[in-house]
């Protein structure tokens, strides 16, 4: 049977040529041309000043955490419904996560934010949900008012737009994911990106080790530092990556409307959310199984995955997450992402996938539905 898997990488023909390239130059770790190299290429790629290479988001996060200033006892803003990392960076320093219900775009809605803060608050930490930005406008206007750094988790929408302006753009810092499901990857990786020099030289200080600057102040630690460095030979599959940035969400467009060309008339699908001012990268497709469908998500998965069709569940939202049980949450705040969690699931849309197989897989769940209405 012919297997569709939800995401494998895409590799577009340089990557080899640069591992080898680095392989053979003996610049394995750390340094090497190619980390200098992918930095200014991402950061040229984002429309940001600087970029910092590090080993994965996760750390991207956790060092942004840490360059704004966060300490124990800090409140952030957060979406309820997220990727765990962020809420894992937050955890590390002991600050305190505060959830936002989501709104239509399935990102922290920003009409519910000032409600939720208090002089504890000190940052928002803005997470663009599957390729589409969060409502940057309203949200960067709200942290000016009461004075909140804003940290952007951009890992999975690289190049997403709002109101023409790319995230990353908005916060202090921004955090993007290079791992293998990712619209580019390294294997494994993290940047961080910034428009502030004086952060920009503290992350390249703290990402490896709060080394001193010159022989004789090197193993003197002015401040706690992290080993997040991100290797040459990733850094060389970064640099044949990033190059083809454009023609990757190009492609993650094209897969995206030819999904919901196919779906759009199925009754009991949700196609993901897309405004007019907003560019969604569509780093997954993520589609809701309403009542009307017939039968529910889970049943739908067991099915597609008997024709070969892998699908993933939508995240859990955060404020049912069993490690955050110590923080007091009103759960009964949360309708949209507790909606999202119970009825999402996201179809495979890597790069590669053919019209065929998606015809194939809008097809198969438009048939489910046909069948499953009849009873
Ligand atoms: C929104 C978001 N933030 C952070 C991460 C963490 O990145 P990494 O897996 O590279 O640590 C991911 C996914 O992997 C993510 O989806």
Redesign the pocket.
């Known amino acids: 049977m012919h297997y569709i898997p939800v995401s494998k990488p895409y590799f577009w023909g340089d990557e080899l040529t640069n591992v080898t390239e680095a392989v053979t130059s003996g610049w394995i770790s750390s340094n090497g041309k190619f980390i200098d190299e992918f930095e200014v290429k991402f950061a040229e790629a984002v429309n940001a000043r600087f970029a910092v290479a590090l080993n ?6 956790q060092l942004a955490c840490d360059l704004i200033g966060l300490k124990r006892g800090d409140e952030v803003i957060v979406p309820d419904f ?2 765990i ?2 809420l894992f960076a937050l955890e590390y320093i002991g600050c305190v996560p505060v959830p936002i219900d989501v709104d239509d775009t399935w990102n922290m809605d920003p009409s519910l934010i000032e409600n939720e803060i208090t002089e504890k608050t000190k940052a928002i930490l803005v ?1 663009h ?1 599957y390729g589409h930005p969060a409502s940057m406008i309203k949200i960067a206007a709200i942290a000016k008012k009461y004075k909140l750094r804003i940290i952007e ?1 951009a ?2 929408a690289i190049g997403a737009e709002y109101n023409g302006i790319k995230v990353g753009s908005w916060g202090d810092v921004t ?1 993007y ?3 293998a ?2 619209i580019i990857t390294t294997g ?3 940047m961080l990106t910034t428009n502030n020099e004086d952060l920009y030289n503290l992350a390249k200080f703290k990402r490896n080790m709060a080394f001193g600057s010159s022989a004789e102040s090197r193993f003197i630690h002015k401040t706690i530092g992290y080993n997040f460095r991100l290797p040459n030979i990733q850094a060389a599959i970064g640099c044949a990556q990033i190059i083809h940035l454009e023609d990757s969400i190009k492609h993650k467009i094209n897969i995206a409307s030819e999904y919901s060309h196919h779906l759009k008339n199925v009754s009991g699908i949700v196609l993901p959310p897309s405004s007019r001012n907003v560019k969604n990268v569509y780093w997954v497709y993520g589609i809701l199984i309403e009542e009307s469908y017939g039968i529910s998500k889970n049943e739908l998965q067991t099915i597609l995955l008997k024709k070969g069709i892998e699908t993933r569940n939508f995240f859990m939202p955060v404020h049912k997450q069993p490690f955050l049980k110590h923080i007091s949450i009103d759960a009964s705040k949360y309708h949209k992402s507790v909606k999202l969690a119970k009825q999402g699931i996201y179809l495979p849309s890597f790069i590669g996938l053919s019209y065929k197989e998606i015809s194939k897989i809008a097809d198969t769940i438009a048939e489910i539905q046909l069948k499953n209405h009849r009873i």
């Open positions: 994965n988001g996760t750390s991207a996060l997220s990727m990392a962020p997470v949900n988790d890992a999975e955090c994911s290079l791992y499901n990712k494994e990786g993290g």
